[in-house]
């Protein structure tokens, strides 16, 4: 079950998202276009974010995937088709 807090990220208010059991984490902006800045899941973190970015409401933010078929041998960390 999810745990939901505020918190703040950059000058921005944050929404956490956070699952002890399953130790998965997410971290979501609201206010810039509620955008995930953080996913966290059994122990790495899964998104990168740069956080310039993120704290200059002018700029587009800069963040994409951090999971990529290279770091796991092609194969995906999740079960599914």
């Known amino acids: 079950m999810f745990v939901v807090r505020d918190s703040s990220r950059a000058a921005f208010d944050t929404v956490v998202l956070h699952d002890e059991v399953a130790g998965s984490r997410v971290e979501v902006v609201p206010t ?7 996913f966290e899941a059994r122990g790495r973190k899964w998104l990168y974010l740069d956080e310039g970015t993120l704290a200059d409401a002018s700029q587009n933010v800069r963040g994409g995937c951090g999971w990529h078929e290279q770091q796991t041998g092609g194969e995906s960390p999740y079960p599914g088709p």
Do not use: K, P
Request: glycine share 14%.
């Open 32 to 38: 810039r276009g509620a955008l995930v800045t953080s």
